[in-house]
């Protein structure tokens, strides 16, 4: 199975701070990489498919890059709505694997 | 608009089967699959496996194997998820997600459940 460990664990920033999470996997998979938002008793909302297109309808301030085994999730500008946490997930093979996530928090 | 709704909490004692329901709408159910992930209490998110609403294929996890059925009914839009053997570490949120018709690299769960929490206790 494919491992994928996201860095931090969890993070502390202010609205408007430029937010970057990472993303890596235990082995390459190209650029079969996709990103979730989840906030508290809610769904997970899908965010960036194949490391680095956006999703219809999500922000702009929200990119996605990488390929092979490292990505980030960056947040150009964060939102009092941005305060959730962040998931990667590998499409490349199954089992599909998500990483353990990443808390953004209010400073 | 595009939407899953899945069936209500349900508590079950260890050793019993579970069933859940996420029914479509919105969209052109035979065309795309749907995968089920679950999520324990204040834990990540973990696939437990993938159906084509087409044709019926499904994709388990080796973890899973033998005690998970993923089915449709495509008459009424509706793919079914059921665990058997419950111990009280399945209990979770299940969702389903809309993914892809065919299996392939670089599919995404673009559509969500609103979950359905599962307890198993004694």
């Known amino acids: 199975d494919i491992q994928m460990t996201q860095s931090p664990s969890s993070l502390s920033a202010s609205v408007g701070d430029r937010v970057t999470i990472t993303c890596r996997a235990s082995?390459?998979?190209?650029?079969?990489l996709n990103w979730y938002q989840q906030k508290p008793g809610k769904a997970p909302k899908f965010l960036i498919y194949?490391?680095?297109n956006l999703q219809s309808g999500v922000p702009s301030r929200f990119s996605g890059s990488g390929s092979g085994t490292d990505f980030t999730l960056t947040i150009s500008s964060l939102q009092p709505e941005d305060f959730a946490t962040y998931y990667c997930?590998?499409?490349?093979?199954?089992?599909?694997?998500f990483g353990q996530g990443t808390k953004v928090e209010i400073k | 608009q595009v939407q899953l709704v899945q069936s209500g909490a349900e508590v079950k004692e260890p050793g019993a089967s579970v069933k859940v329901s996420c029914k479509a709408s919105?969209?052109?159910?035979?065309?795309?699959?749907i995968s089920w992930v679950r999520q324990a209490p204040e834990q990540g998110l973990e696939w437990m496996g993938w159906?084509?609403?087409?044709?019926?294929?499904?994709n388990y996890p080796q973890k899973l194997q033998g005690r998970v059925t993923m089915t449709t009914d495509t008459s009424t839009s509706t793919a079914y998820m059921e665990l058997r053997s419950l111990t009280s570490d399945d209990t979770a949120v299940y969702y389903c997600?809309?993914?892809?018709?065919?299996?392939?690299?670089?599919?995404?769960?673009?559509?969500w459940g609103q979950g359905t929490m599962v307890t198993v206790s004694s």
């Open positions: 997600a809309r993914d892809a018709g065919e299996l392939g690299a670089n599919d995404a769960f673009d559509i």
């Open positions: 919105g969209y052109t159910f035979t065309t795309y699959g």
């Open positions: 159906i084509s609403a087409y044709n019926g294929d499904t």
């Open positions: 082995q390459s998979i190209s650029s079969y």
């Open positions: 194949a490391a680095s």
């Open positions: 997930q590998q499409s490349y093979s199954t089992p599909r694997t």
